[in-house]
Every structure is written in C-alpha cells, then in structure tokens.
C-alpha cells in the first residue's frame, strides 16, 4: 500500500476552478492507477476520474466530463484533479485512492487499497 495526502479543497463560487493534489509515499508511485472519489452527505462515494499507472488509460464520470482533467506527475510522486466550471453539485469530500498496478477496472471502488483522508471542497451558488 501506498500513503496518500490530498490537498487543494477549499470554498468556492459556481464556475470557478480549484486544484486538487494528491502526494504519495513510497518508491513504487509510478506502477500505481491512482483515482479521485467524492462523497456528498447522504450519498455513496462514486468515482470522479481515474488514471492508470502508465497514464494510458483515463476515465471520468458523465457529469465532470469537459469540465475536469486528471493527471500525474510520476517524478513528485503525485496525482491532480483540475476542476474547472465548478457547479454546487460538485460539492463533497473529495478522496485520493490508489491500487498497484493496472490490471483491473479503474471504475471499480472495490480494487483500491489505498485512501487518503479527504479534502472538502464547497462550491456556492
């Protein structure tokens, strides 16, 4: 397993934009797919966008598709969730997670291992 810290949360207006972070320990943080969840109170932690370990493989969910980008920096061992066009739906925790390798569906919240603690991000109407 891998530590993660995420970063970057914070309050803001509809249509503005927020940067998310995610460092990761270890060695290894290139031989890991790496993805972005949120939680909204009340509702199930759903997948929110998803990076294989070789960067070659990208998904993201129906509502945040054109507005944010998933990527990785594999030198400072850290993963980013750009959000632009932020709506008041998007408000949640947001949560880094991890699993070792690629073998399996990056949309499946069961193949990873490995979470970081959360950052709030608030969008006001």
């Known amino acids: 397993q891998v530590q993660l810290v995420e970063s970057g949360g914070g309050l803001v207006q509809a249509g503005g934009s927020l940067r998310l972070s995610c460092a990761a320990s270890?060695?290894?943080?290139?031989?890991?797919?790496m993805a972005w969840f949120r939680q909204a109170p009340g509702k199930e932690r759903e997948l929110v966008a998803a990076?294989?370990?070789?960067?070659?493989?990208?998904e993201y969910e129906d509502s945040v598709k054109g507005r944010f980008i998933i990527s990785r920096d594999n030198a400072k061992n850290t993963v980013y969730l750009h959000m632009n066009s932020l709506k008041p739906e998007d408000t949640a925790v947001y949560y880094c997670?991890?699993?070792?390798?690629?073998?399996?569906?990056?949309?499946?919240?069961?193949?990873?291992?490995?979470w970081g603690q959360g950052t709030q991000v608030t969008v006001s109407s």
């Open positions: 990076i294989s370990w070789s960067g070659g493989r990208i």
């Open positions: 270890g060695r290894t943080f290139s031989s890991y797919s």
């Open positions: 997670a991890a699993f070792y390798g690629g073998g399996q569906n990056l949309a499946n919240i069961r193949a990873y291992d490995s």
